[in-house]
């Protein structure tokens, strides 16, 4: 365990949390005048909704960008999770249960798959991924035309409701940020992660068989994927094709990640960065909705600001030789 916990590099990423007080500051100020109010409770709570389902799903990623891999199934995931759920409700309170196990199902099997072609076939993350998701995008476009099954109605209450002025949606996120936090900085598998992210040799090196940590990474993923298309059902009211690919998961996903200081080579990086990273996209999108702002505009300010913070996060964690 020494060994390996000389390997582990914990998460740094403070600049992600003050470049979310500044936007949120600054944004407040510019939406203020124009006669609007960021941080009132309606405002507040549309952001907290906007992330749960992002940062859901950038949790997973995460885990498995600290492997050293990725995921570009996710987005496709999503969506064929949110149809298996209201398609096995059906609309009954009873099958809520079955629903669930059914979607973790789904995700343990993708997962599986993933791991095992990255980890033992030795097939590029991004090219085995991508295959996965052409293939989930086949099964997809084959079995549904559109809307599909429904959610019970006491289940659309993780969508909607809240405790206090708290969406369940974000208590839903923090949860599972919480677990995945855990198990990072907190268990033998979580050093494990990142031991072989920061550097598969000395990993193998140190005893660690590298193979079960990617895929258990990618289920992990999956996993978080699934519980995205959940929440996703339950905000809906039925299973939708393309609600994954409408939301742009996997990219976004990756983006937030990179944005909270996880470094795409692995190694480096957690949870509470990446949620800050989702936050600051939701409070950024919050404001140019607020001010109206042209779609087209909206994604160059959205993309600068990722290339700008990743540039400037590679530039202070540069080490000299």
């Known amino acids: 365990m020494t060994a390996i916990a000389a390997r582990v590099r914990l998460p740094s990423g403070g600049g992600v949390h003050l470049a979310l007080a500044l936007v949120l500051v600054i944004g407040a100020v510019i939406v203020a005048v124009d006669g609007g109010n960021l941080l009132s409770q309606p405002s507040i709570t549309g952001i907290l909704h906007r992330s749960a389902a ?56 993708v997962g599986l798959v993933n791991g095992l072609v990255v980890s033992l076939l030795r097939v590029n993350a991004f090219i085995a991924t991508l295959g996965m998701a052409l293939l989930l995008r086949g099964v997809i476009d084959d079995q549904y035309d559109g809307p599909a099954g429904q959610v019970a109605q006491g289940f659309q209450r993780i969508g909607y409701d809240r405790i206090g002025p708290i969406p369940v949606a974000a208590l839903l996120m ?16 979580g050093y494990r992660i990142y ?37 996703l059902a339950s905000r809906l009211g039925a299973g939708t094709p393309t609600v994954g690919t409408d939301g742009g998961y996997d990219l976004e996903s990756i983006a937030a990640a990179v944005l909270g200081g996880t470094a795409l080579a692995g190694g480096k990086g957690g949870v509470v960065g990446t949620i800050s990273g989702v936050l600051l996209l939701a409070v950024l999108d ?10 087209f505009f909206k994604n160059v300010v959205r993309g600068t600001v990722i290339i700008v913070a990743v540039a400037v996060y590679a530039v202070r964690t540069r080490r000299p030789r």
């Open 286 to 295: 919050s404001v140019f909705n607020a001010l109206e702002v042209d779609p």
């Open 174 to 189: 923090g949860a599972v940020a919480l677990v995945a936090w855990f198990v990072l900085t907190r268990t033998k598998l």
């Open 54 to 109: 992002l940062g859901i799903v950038a949790v997973g990623q995460t885990i498995v960008l600290l492997v050293g891999s990725l995921d570009l199934s996710v987005a496709y995931l999503i969506s064929l999770c949110s149809l298996v759920a209201a398609e096995t409700m059906a609309g009954q309170e009873g099958m809520v249960l079955p629903a669930v196990l059914a979607v973790l199902g789904v995700c343990v099997v």
């Open 195 to 231: 031991a072989v992210g920061g550097d598969v040799e000395v990993a193998r090196l140190s005893g660690i068989r590298t193979a079960p940590v990617v895929v258990t990474a990618h289920v992990l993923c999956a996993v978080c994927a699934g519980v995205a298309g959940l929440f």
